[in-house]
């Protein structure tokens, strides 16, 4: 019904000027980049963060933090004294 109204108010407009056309030509290549770019984003955004459960683990993540302080408060305070 909707797709019907507009076909019929398309065929009763009145002739598109030159410049109204290359407007709605530019409006419509905007769109279309846009879509484009987030469909993009929405694909970057899937393999950044899959659903198939994959969480971080905070666990390996402290232990890392604090093995690399540690190795860099022992190389920051030089070679011990016998």
Sequence with gaps: MLIARLRATLESAEPVSDAQAKALKTHHMAIAMVVDLETLLAKRGAQAHPKDGCALDLDAARSEI???IARL?????GPKAP
């Design 66 to 68: 604090l093995r690399r």
């Design 73 to 77: 408060k022992t190389a920051l305070s």
